[in-house]
């Protein structure tokens, strides 16, 4: 079946510093990215959304210029943390779907533990 | 928006049947998941239900009724390995639109 390979699955960096995670599709193309932030015992929230090619879609509350996100490929979306802070420390989960997948074939990423000290 | 309501927790003892249910407020409808989640881990696919009704896959199976605007995840034969959070997602309604609206999520805990 598809996958979405995520890297980093753990991370953990000095505040102020930035970290990027990278979501690869391995055997599909992924026009549409999904990223979500999971704080402890909560649920997955959506923070953007982005299509090959285009500048992504941020949610609301959600900081464009501290969480970029690049979709320049179809099968490579990466979500940068800029100027990373404690209260960034979060689960990271891509989210693709693409090519062959149907509407609603979501594969998902394994994650990224981020942990900023 | 979507608003999608489910318990926070709930424990069943192993070898047992527990029915995890979900209610949403939609402005259309396309469709609902079911997702498992371990701790630390990404959401697992379990289903996808679209028309009313219930559809059985091995232990797992998923109840919709779109009229109630609700579902249900039915875990049968329980075991240790199913204690994880399950999520219930349904996807945006919006034309060209496929982002996904996940529940809080309802924290399965079963025990001996």
């Known amino acids: 079946g598809a996958v979405v390979s995520q890297h980093p699955s753990r991370v953990i960096c000095k505040s102020g510093t930035s970290v990027k995670i990278e979501c690869r599709s391995l055997?599909?193309?992924?026009?549409?990215m999904f990223w979500y932030r999971q704080f402890p015992k909560q649920s997955l929230m959506l923070m953007a959304t982005?299509?090959?090619?285009?500048?992504?879609?941020?949610e609301q509350g959600v900081e464009k210029d501290k969480f970029l996100i690049n979709h320049a490929s179809l099968t490579l979306s990466t979500l940068t943390v800029t100027s990373a802070h404690p209260e960034d420390s979060s689960f990271y989960i891509c989210?693709?779907?693409?090519?062959?997948?149907?509407?609603?074939?979501?594969?998902f990423g394994s994650g990224t533990r981020l942990t900023v000290v | 928006g979507q608003n999608i309501d489910q318990p926070t927790e709930m424990t069943a003892t192993e070898g047992a049947i527990v029915q995890i249910n979900c209610t949403y407020q939609?402005?259309?409808?396309?469709?609902l998941f079911w997702y498992q989640q371990h701790a630390g881990e990404a959401p697992t696919f379990l289903s996808y239900?679209?028309?009313?009704g219930l559809e059985e896959k091995g232990r797992f199976s998923s109840f919709l009724s779109r009229s109630k605007g609700y579902s249900y995840l039915l875990l049968k034969e329980l075991q240790m390995k199913d204690s994880a959070s399950y999520l219930c997602?349904?996807?945006?309604?919006?034309?060209?639109?496929?982002?996904?609206?996940f529940g809080k999520g309802t924290k399965l805990s079963v025990i001996p």
């Open positions: 239900n679209v028309l009313d």
């Open positions: 997602a349904v996807p945006d309604s919006g034309a060209g639109s496929y982002q996904l609206t």
């Open positions: 982005s299509n090959e090619g285009s500048k992504a879609t941020y």
């Open positions: 939609t402005s259309g409808f396309n469709g």
């Open positions: 989210s693709a779907i693409g090519v062959g997948q149907g509407a609603y074939g979501y594969t």
């Open positions: 055997d599909f193309q992924a026009t549409t």
